[in-house]
């Protein structure tokens, strides 16, 4: 059979099979289309049905989560934990809540983490989880008390040989927190790498708040190198006030770079000053407030209430919030604007017609799957620390984290080469990461 059409009808297969999960359909669409030359270059990947397992979660988990909030209510929410490939090492992926959360995001988020762990080179297989409760408004004993419920269910299917959860939208330091403590008590036993993106007050790793920003910023320094370009004195935009986004920002303006725009999901901040990180920081991580209220303490700054971050003119522009959030007109008005590089912090923010944009108008473009690598990278990192019972400095794991991004473009920019794709990160991530799971799916035999 040609593989072009095998590759089709695995994809049909794929949504005959997971109806109405279309995060989950575009997600698998767009590593399988790039995989047509690598069925052709070993065909053993076809015979031994490779595509098609990897498509299959190796194990899902759906559960209750019931919780009493703060006036005596039952509350009722619903967990997950897509456990999608361990054939390189344990489970890996964070854990999202927020009430978008279905079982297509999850399986979405956890067939790109596969992908994004292989490609690290760093020995952690793939996974994702979470549940449609909203932290939002929610108190500290609301919040501990859902934690508290969710993992002692997900406890039994976790381990540092087994599961590794992490963060991601939603679940930050605090949330860590609440989870690991339960499952220590749960379990009789202090598993420190059970979970990673700990406060390094007890067992967390330095650098892990900041790798995935950071990690971002590296990559696309990364590819304006390649085409001779450096990030000083470029001007960015930045979406999202999360986690990913703030420490883009702080690593942007270390290297120079001039950041004016940053939003979260009701408007935009835009301060063509320079966005003012220590503020944002106060806002958003001690106050939990929203971003309008930058504004209100600085004369220079717009606010714009559901206005779109890529309205802004920018050379470089990274999308830090959340899925499909930069789509095919916001892809012309950044290209119209002038601008040269887009590398995604947050998981497949670019909807696939803003890609194709970015890639006919032939402009570096870093897919989440690499570009947001350095996040996990750093998670493998924290685990490799518990397992030996050690504490890096700061400096020493900001140089291991720079390594990794380097070593993960440089896979991409080669592996693209290699296939005749000069350029095109997406297909250099798609690959690479694919041969890294093949291979060891094949070695293991049918399982
Ligand atoms: N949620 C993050 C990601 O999308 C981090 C996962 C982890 O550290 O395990 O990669």
Redo the contacts with the bound molecule.
């Keep these: 059979m040609q593989n072009d059409s095998r590759i089709n009808q695995i994809f049909e297969q794929v949504v005959r099979r997971n109806p109405g999960e279309t995060e989950f359909h575009q997600a698998v669409k767009e590593v399988i289309e790039s995989l047509g030359p690598v069925l052709h270059k070993h065909p053993q990947y076809a015979e031994h049905k490779i595509i098609e397992r990897i498509c299959e979660p190796e194990r899902q988990i759906i559960f209750r989560v019931p919780w009493v909030d703060d006036r005596g209510e039952v509350q009722i929410n619903r967990g997950f934990r897509v456990q999608f490939n361990s054939a390189l090492g344990p489970y ?3 854990l999202r809540f927020h009430p978008s959360v279905y079982l297509g995001i999850i399986k979405f988020l956890g067939f790109e ?1 596969t992908f ?1 762990n292989a490609i690290t080179g760093m020995p952690i297989g793939g996974a994702k989880g979470g549940s449609d409760f909203d932290p939002k408004g929610r108190s500290d004993a609301e919040v501990m008390r859902f934690c508290q419920s969710f993992i002692l269910e997900l406890h039994r299917h976790l381990g540092e040989y087994t599961d590794v959860p ?3 939208i939603g679940v930050g330091a605090r949330e860590i927190g609440y989870l690991f403590g339960q499952y220590k008590r749960i379990v009789n036993r202090y598993e420190s790498g059970v979970i ?2 700990k406060s390094p007050q007890w067992g967390g790793a330095l650098v892990r708040r900041e790798a ?1 920003g950071y990690g971002c910023v590296y990559f696309v320094d990364e590819m304006l190198k390649v085409r001779d370009q450096s990030i000083d004195g470029m001007s960015c935009v930045v979406s999202g006030s999360g986690n990913v986004a703030i420490y883009a920002i702080e690593k942007l303006q270390q290297l120079g770079a001039q950041v004016v725009a940053c939003s979260d999901s009701n408007g935009v901040i835009h301060d063509p000053h320079g966005i003012r990180l220590d503020a944002v920081k106060r806002l958003k991580e001690v106050e939990r407030r929203r971003i309008r209220d930058y504004a209100a303490e600085h004369r220079d700054a717009r606010y714009i209430e559901g206005g779109s971050v890529w309205d802004i003119p920018c050379q470089v522009a990274l999308p830090c919030a959340t899925q499909n959030e930069l789509d095919e007109r916001a892809a012309r008005t950044l290209l119209a604007n002038g601008c040269i590089a887009v590398a995604e912090g947050a ?1 497949m923010p670019s909807t696939p017609g803003a890609v194709k944009l970015f890639h006919d108008a032939g402009i570096a473009f870093g897919p989440g799957k690499a570009a ?1 690598a350095g ?2 990278s750093t ?1 493998a990192l924290e685990m490799q620390q518990n397992a030996s019972r050690d504490a890096w400095t700061f400096e020493f794991t900001e140089q291991r984290l720079n390594e990794i991004m380097r070593n993960v473009h440089r896979d991409c920019y080669e592996t693209a080469a290699e296939y005749g794709n000069s350029g095109n990160y997406v297909i250099g991530a798609n690959i690479a990461g694919f041969i890294r799971v093949a291979e060891a799916m094949l070695a293991f035999g049918v399982i």
């Design positions: 890996k992926g964070g983490q994004k992490a963060g991601d990673t993106g995935t998981n947001n996040g996990v998670s």
